[in-house]
């Protein structure tokens, strides 16, 4: 019995230290202190701790480390007594100024794009550090890789300090040397040839090919690969690749191995369909490999973006294409079975759109063929994509899809990338025959981000001045109706002519959408054009004198089958245009024409045109159409002449005429001149103009000639704005034609 009490009262000791010892170790209170900027409850917010826990070591550490993680604080030290949590902080300062010193090759305000640490940010010694990795990596990309970035705090009162970046800038790394081991198929200038770091040499002192940047030695192993799977062997491999220092010198010497491996051939291409409306023969014809022809393993792709296209217009939007390929190493030999089957169908969950700094999202959202709820359709975001980037209003656009937490649901990011929209253009044109000509204008094809299109020109020369002023809104009342007003001026007192113009007239269209494919625009438009014969004039030019007053309706019906309104390069479109003046004002005339586009890819760099377009205009209610309804060519409508003047004349003045044709054959070709991205089209102008339905003109030689043209066009888009320079060669014209060699225009952007 005594032991049984003796027993009663240890165990009655030992919970009773328990208790006291848990009591003694739980966070009753918390005080912090130290504190500036920060207030009390952020800080204990920020430690993650609440009243009534148990302090231990580990508890201690995580409160440590999740004020640390905050970077708002230098120092801080925590004590437990009394069961009182006690935190000790010292902020970290703020910062006045960040300054860089010792920088002349890479401008301020490019460096400050790479740093996260600005002015009135919180001072934290491990985001030093990390923008100093990312200011690094800029002078690297430009291949100045033994820059040094030295930071120092200049300390001020009120806890403010200066941030000074010391740097010391490195010369250019350049490439002296690439050595290609194991080739014994292609030389090593071939393989050198398809890689973007070049050798250093005189004549690229320019250009930046020869600078050594590690990245871009990862991307040309790549294309190395690429080149070898592209020309039947499949079995390539890099088996090393070297950059190291020359001694002495500033420059790299880059040593690639490589394994060729064997030559194939393309064996047995089959194509095997569980789709209905997708016959395997029909598709295998879209499949540009031939049985026992070069392995080409671009080929492959090219198959599986033709099978998606046919796919796509049979209605399969979630069409699998599974390429199974076989290796017959025995007689070297590559087969490939395509293997179509229908995916599961998906929905759009959310589409979001970022990027869009000036643009407002309607103007993006409504080129959007698709709506939250809509089945996936793949066809429908590439079109969505190629209309964005028609607005003209971003350097970049992509979709990307996004994958949520349901199986059926995707979410559609539209990531766009603003560029300047608003545009001064300076052009000029010159003839050995004529004067310079001056052209300006002002234009704003994204007015205030609401896709508004504001445009004013002008054409001055001794001869002619011409203004435009134009307003368009493309989705009027948040419709696909798009409604333009336009004003103009235009005063003419050509040299060696005995009389002088003046039109001055206004205008009003509206357009939209028939079809998906299909567009209907209809205008109206009143002018005046008063001609003024001057003392001296001949019989002719007094026919001409006196006022006609044009009221007229038209309209343009298009339809458009190209497989991109942004840079087509297959289909076609067609356009019919109609215009009735004689609803009022003094002119009675029917004008017709109509202009036909068709793309066609020539090979993988090749994109070949084929533009044409002819009209007619004739009087009517026993009246002739004026002169001002004649059609004229020249300058961008039949290049290597001078706009409007071709065809009928009399003296120097050029009538135009009713009937013309126009017919261009055209190459599109981009040249890849380091460090320029250049445009070229090649061209061949052939076209007329001719016909004066008038007896009072019958002394004027109206008869049908061809004039043709054969050039070349290069357009840049430069930093200043775009650059357009047109140089044509005149094969046939007539006498009485003004020809127009060498033309060009730049756009400064704003």
């Known amino acids: 019995m005594k032991n049984y009490k003796i027993i009663i009262v240890l165990i009655s000791i030992f919970f009773l230290n328990t208790v006291v010892y848990a009591t003694d170790n739980r966070i009753l209170e918390i005080k912090a202190s130290g504190e500036q900027r920060v207030d009390v409850d952020t800080i204990i917010s920020y430690s993650e701790v609440v009243i009534g826990q148990d302090y231990t070591d580990d508890l201690g550490d995580k409160i440590l480390k999740n004020l640390f993680d905050t970077n708002l604080f230098s120092n801080i030290e925590i004590s437990?007594?009394?069961?009182?949590?006690?935190?000790?902080?010292?902020?970290?300062?703020?910062?006045?100024?960040?300054?860089?010193?010792?920088?002349?090759?890479?401008?301020?305000?490019?460096?400050?794009?790479?740093?996260?640490?600005?002015?009135?940010?919180?001072?934290?010694?491990?985001?030093?550090?990390?923008?100093?990795?990312?200011?690094?990596?800029?002078?690297?990309?430009?291949?100045?890789?033994?820059?040094?970035?030295?930071?120092?705090?200049?300390?001020?009162?009120?806890?403010?300090?200066?941030?000074?970046?010391?740097?010391?800038?490195?010369?250019?790394?350049?490439?002296?040397?690439?050595?290609?081991?194991?080739n014994k198929?292609?030389?090593?200038?071939?393989i050198k040839s398809v890689m973007k770091t070049k050798e250093k040499r005189l004549l690229r002192i320019f250009s930046s090919a020869s600078r050594y940047d590690p990245d871009k030695l990862e991307y040309d192993k790549q294309l190395i690969a690429q080149f070898y799977n592209d020309t039947g062997y499949p079995d390539f491999k890099i088996l090393s690749s070297i950059a190291q220092l020359t001694p002495n010198s500033n420059s790299f010497e880059i040593i690639i191995k490589v394994d060729e491996g064997e030559l194939y051939n393309y064996g047995t291409v089959e194509v095997t369909s569980d789709l209905k409306k997708l016959n395997s023969d029909i598709i295998r014809r879209t499949i540009p490999i031939k049985d026992n022809e070069l392995y080409d393993a671009s080929k492959i792709k090219l198959g599986i973006k033709n099978i998606?296209?046919?796919?796509?217009?049979?209605?399969?939007?979630?069409?699998?294409?599974?390429?199974?390929?076989?290796?017959?190493?025995?007689?070297?030999?590559?087969?490939?079975?395509?293997?179509?089957?229908?995916?599961?169908?998906?929905?759009?969950?959310?589409?979001?759109?970022?990027?869009?700094?000036?643009?407002?999202?309607?103007?993006?959202?409504?080129?959007?063929?698709?709506?939250?709820?809509?089945?996936?359709?793949?066809?429908?975001?590439?079109?969505?994509?190629?209309?964005?980037?028609?607005?003209?209003?971003?350097?970049?656009?992509?979709?990307?899809?996004?994958?949520?937490?349901?199986?059926?649901?995707?979410?559609?990011?539209?990531?766009?990338?603003?560029?300047?929209?608003g545009e001064a253009t300076i052009g000029a044109g010159y003839s050995s025959s004529t004067?310079?000509?001056?052209?300006?204008?002002?234009?704003?094809?994204?007015?205030l981000g609401k896709g508004q299109r504001l445009n004013f020109s002008g054409?001055?020369?001794?001869?002619?001045?011409?203004?435009?002023?134009?307003?368009?809104?493309?989705?009027?009342?948040?419709?696909?109706?798009?409604?333009?007003?336009?004003?103009?001026?235009?005063?003419?007192?050509?040299?060696?002519?005995?009389?002088?113009?003046?039109?001055?007239?206004?205008?009003?269209?509206?357009?939209?959408?028939?079809?998906s494919n299909r567009f209907l625009s209809m205008r109206y438009e009143l002018y005046t054009n008063k001609v003024k014969a001057d003392t001296g004039a001949t019989t002719y030019e007094q026919l001409l004198a006196g006022t006609d007053t044009v009221s007229a309706f038209g309209y343009t019906l298009n339809l458009d089958n190209r497989n991109s309104r942004y840079k087509p390069s297959r289909g076609y479109n067609i356009q019919l245009n109609q215009d009735i003046a004689g609803l009022g004002g003094t002119s009675y005339y029917i004008q017709n024409s109509f202009e036909f586009n068709i793309y066609?890819?020539?090979?993988?760099?090749?994109?070949?045109?084929?533009?044409?377009?002819?009209?007619?205009?004739?009087?009517?209610?026993?009246?002739?159409?004026?002169?001002?309804?004649?059609?004229?060519?020249?300058?961008?409508?039949?290049?290597?002449?001078?706009?409007?003047?071709?065809?009928?004349?009399?003296?120097n003045s050029y009538t135009g005429g009713q009937y013309y044709y126009l017919t261009s054959l055209e190459t599109n070709i981009d040249l890849s001149i380091e460090p320029f991205d250049i445009t070229t089209?090649?061209?061949v102008d052939v076209g007329s103009v001719w016909g004066l339905e008038n007896p009072a003109y019958s002394s004027i030689n109206d008869d049908h000639k061809m004039r043709s043209s054969i050039g070349v066009n290069f357009n840049w888009d430069s930093t200043i704005g775009p650059i357009n320079i047109v140089y044509a060669n005149v094969i046939d014209s007539v006498s009485t034609d003004t020809t127009d060699n060498l033309y060009f225009d730049i756009g400064y952007n704003f």
């Open 435 to 447: 004067s310079a000509t001056l052209m300006f204008g002002l234009k704003e094809t994204n007015f």
């Open 681 to 683: 089209t090649l061209f």
């Open 600 to 651: 066609k890819p020539l090979s993988e760099r090749f994109i070949g045109a084929l533009k044409l377009e002819a009209g007619n205009v004739n009087g009517y209610n026993d009246k002739y159409a004026p002169l001002s309804s004649n059609f004229t060519l020249g300058g961008k409508r039949l290049r290597g002449f001078k706009s409007g003047k071709v065809g009928p004349r009399s003296g």
């Open 459 to 515: 054409n001055l020369s001794d001869t002619r001045n011409l203004y435009d002023i134009s307003f368009t809104e493309p989705y009027f009342n948040n419709k696909p109706l798009s409604l333009t007003t336009k004003l103009y001026s235009n005063f003419s007192d050509p040299s060696g002519v005995n009389y002088e113009t003046e039109e001055l007239g206004f205008g009003l269209s509206a357009g939209f959408p028939l079809a």
């Open 185 to 190: 198929v292609y030389s090593s200038t071939e």
């Open 308 to 421: 998606r296209e046919v796919a796509e217009v049979e209605g399969y939007s979630f069409i699998e294409i599974n390429p199974v390929i076989s290796q017959d190493n025995e007689n070297n030999l590559i087969n490939v079975n395509f293997l179509l089957n229908e995916g599961p169908r998906v929905y759009v969950n959310e589409i979001d759109i970022i990027g869009n700094t000036r643009t407002i999202d309607r103007v993006i959202r409504r080129e959007i063929s698709l709506s939250e709820g809509d089945a996936y359709n793949k066809y429908a975001i590439n079109y969505s994509k190629d209309s964005i980037r028609a607005l003209g209003f971003f350097s970049d656009v992509e979709i990307d899809e996004v994958r949520t937490t349901y199986d059926d649901k995707i979410d559609l990011l539209v990531e766009v990338e603003e560029k300047n929209t």
């Open 80 to 182: 437990f007594t009394d069961n009182v949590l006690n935190i000790y902080v010292k902020e970290n300062p703020t910062i006045n100024l960040v300054k860089f010193e010792g920088n002349k090759k890479v401008k301020d305000e490019d460096l400050l794009l790479e740093i996260s640490l600005k002015e009135r940010s919180v001072y934290s010694r491990s985001r030093v550090k990390k923008d100093i990795t990312r200011m690094l990596t800029l002078y690297q990309r430009s291949g100045r890789l033994s820059t040094e970035i030295n930071p120092t705090v200049e300390i001020l009162n009120n806890n403010r300090v200066n941030l000074i970046y010391e740097i010391t800038e490195s010369d250019i790394t350049e490439v002296s040397n690439i050595i290609i081991l194991g």
